[in-house]
């Protein structure tokens, strides 16, 4: 088992750092920048080494060398600039992921591909269409990311053990993101029982917009990325099927067909085994729409 992570930048290095933690496998980065995925494997195999993880962290500019991975991250592609649309954004990111999706269908068309470029959800959908896999063989990461978020703020407004929280976010992971105060609790306990209605309206909307607050403040999301693309790969892995949300291909599941947005979803060792449909409330159901709405319009621009 290899782990290859396609883009060596901040959070593809992020990840491979994070697999490497957790010992999941040797790990293989790669990026288009000569010396940049070299530069990365040797710092993370310090860390590594310090740490006692026997997995081992290799550089290449070479995309034959993910031949024989089982897991393939694709983080390739830039991140959005001020003045950027959205759409600009789409653009470049959409020539990027179809090159690197043609070259992961050359050489490890039997990976299971996480996609974490953005924007996320048409990103996993181009990335599918290219490879040509089965669709529960590739899935975005973005909702894990919006949960790991939605927990620090539940954190935040009721002081009790980041352990006790579970909690999920659904959706488009973008504008449309749908954090689920509902399906929230602490120790089993709903979380409404925990915290006011003005509190979890605070709660649902400081999620929405923390990622641009990190942006603007540092550039760019790079630890939790990592960490949240890890803990996917940790759950196949050891299939352990974790209860996750992930950007998956729905087939009819939430009424919704021939598209990639963010579901709750077992992951285990077969990748996407089951999608978890949730029965939403009137508005919950209306933010789930618009972001399907809006997933729909950027596939229109995608190049398949
Ligand atoms: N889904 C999420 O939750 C989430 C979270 C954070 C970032 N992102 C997205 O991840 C992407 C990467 O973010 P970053 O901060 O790591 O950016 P970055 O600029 O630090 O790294 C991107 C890397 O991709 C490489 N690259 C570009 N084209 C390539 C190609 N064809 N083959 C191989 N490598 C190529 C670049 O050389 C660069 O090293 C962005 O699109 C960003 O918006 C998504």
Redesign the pocket.
Known sequence: MTITV???????ASAALNCGLRELDDVLL????QG?PQGEAMDINHQLSERGSDSVARGSNNYEDMRGSDYVVL??????KPGMTRMDLLKI?AG?VK??ASKIATYAKDATVIV???P?DPMTYLALKTIGAQKSKVM???GM?DLSRFKSYIQEATGVSRDSIQAMVISE?GENMLPLTRFSSLGGIPLHDFITKEQATDIFEKTKKVAAEVIALKG???YA?GN?VATMIESMAKDKKMVIPVSAYLDGQYGVSDLCIGVPAVIGAGGVEKIVELKLDSFEQGVFDKGVASVREAIKALPL
Do not use: Q
């Open positions: 396609i883009g060596s930048g901040k959070v593809g790669l990026d288009i920048v940049l983080v390739a592609g830039v991140g959005r990111n990027i090159d690197v974490v470029t953005n996320l975005g990461m973005g990311l992971h760019a999301t790079v990325p949240a």
